[in-house]
């Protein structure tokens, strides 16, 4: 059961134009949102967050977008850069949890020269 | 700040012996460490959450006398796999766990990719 897909195994950008990476949950408990970054043979590094009471934020080139309705969340990265390419982890946190995250299953981004 | 180790980086063994992963935060206190194995093109998959001085909680489906996870420092946890078999061969992930504005963040080691023949 995959309570936090990434529909988009791969994704493929020009240098200079804006990437979104999609991602979907179905549990209604999550109320943490982050998106992490990860090499190959490396440990995701964190990128950016957002809480529910929120619809965005900010940081940068990065930008994560929240629609808790459609239990939808995007990341926005402009302009993209070839040193973005990399896969991309969306992953939730939901009340009363301990702070255990549930990882999507990643999108590979690679941003074109 | 905020660093995590892991070590060894790598390891092949033979099916049948246990393997011993390290984790450490180098530059912070962690009170909350957490175990993921991540087979390829998947996700990461939580094994455990262990806390200092406790006994681990383990996720569902997860062996926990197959995986012994001990935290005995606020900087040091240990995964054990035991009795191997090239079925466990995956990367393993630890982060550990720090208080940043008032919510948990987690920071990963890099990872330690187990091999068994």
């Known amino acids: 059961d995959q309570q936090v897909k990434q529909n988009s195994p791969s994704l493929s950008v020009q240098e200079g134009r804006i990437s979104i990476l999609n991602c979907d949950y179905t549990n209604s408990m999550f109320d943490y949102f982050l998106w992490y970054k990860k090499y190959p043979a490396e440990g995701p590094t964190f990128l950016i967050s957002i809480s529910s009471i929120k619809d965005k934020n900010e940081d940068g080139r990065f930008t994560v977008f929240l629609n808790k309705s459609a239990k939808h969340l995007s990341l926005h990265i402009v302009p993209s850069q070839p040193g973005d390419s990399a896969v991309y982890f969306c992953?939730?946190?939901?009340?009363?949890?301990?702070?255990?995250?549930?990882f999507g299953t990643g999108t590979r981004l690679a941003v074109r020269p | 700040g905020a660093v995590v180790s892991q070590h060894p980086s790598w390891v092949i063994c033979k099916s049948g012996t246990s393997v011993k992963i390290e984790c450490r935060s180098l530059d912070f206190q962690a009170t909350t460490m957490f175990w993921y194995r991540q087979f390829p093109k998947q996700s990461l998959m939580l094994m455990a959450t262990s806390n200092e001085g406790s006994k681990a909680t383990y996720e569902q489906g997860v062996e926990k006398d197959k995986f012994l996870i001990n935290h005995a420092s606020l900087t040091l946890s240990t995964l054990t796999v035991t009795s191997a078999h090239p079925e466990d061969s995956s990367f393993y992930i630890c982060?550990?766990?720090?208080?940043?504005?008032?919510?948990?963040?987690?920071?990963f080691g890099p990872g330690t990719r187990l091999t068994v023949t």
């Open positions: 982060s550990a766990g720090r208080l940043a504005g008032g919510e948990t963040q987690q920071y």
């Open positions: 992953a939730a946190s939901a009340v009363g949890s301990g702070d255990k995250l549930t």
